[in-house]
Nanobody
Framework: QVQLVESGGGLVQPGGSLRLSCAAS????????MGWYRQAPGKERELVAT???????NYADSVKGRFTISRNNAKNTVDLQMNSLKPEDTAVYYC????????????WGRGTQVTVSS
């Protein structure tokens, strides 16, 4: 069993920065990827950024050049540094962990609200 807890969300002005952190606990092994997704009101959940165990990183086109994902294996955390924030970045941000033992399985956090507004 894996538990994920997101933190760092809040209210920020356009152009500002925010850093999200996801802490994983429990049976932390056989992890192949961790990442961030977001869901805005009336919108479907979308990928923001992922990082694999091998270090491969994938960003949504909408955040390339502005967001940076990083992983600290020793602390079992994954962070998302968000710069040059825009109102359209407003959403609930969810942390995801993917592991493969006998089968592939995804774990999700409960989310943290990010609001970008003047």
């Amino acid at each position: 069993q894996v538990q994920l807890v997101e933190s760092g969300g809040g209210l920020v002005q356009p152009g500002g920065s925010l850093r999200l952190s996801c802490a994983a606990s429990g049976s932390i092994f056989s992890i192949i990827a961790m990442g961030w997704y977001r869901q805005a009101p009336g919108k479907e959940r979308e990928l923001v950024a992922t990082i694999t165990s091998g270090g491969s990183i994938n960003y949504a086109d909408s955040v390339k050049g502005r967001f940076t994902i990083s992983r600290n294996n020793a602390k079992n955390t994954v962070d998302l540094q968000m710069n040059s924030l825009k109102p359209e970045d407003t959403a609930v941000y969810y942390c995801k962990l993917r592991r493969i033992m006998q089968y592939q399985y995804d774990y999700w956090g409960r989310g943290t609200q990010v609001t970008v507004s003047s």
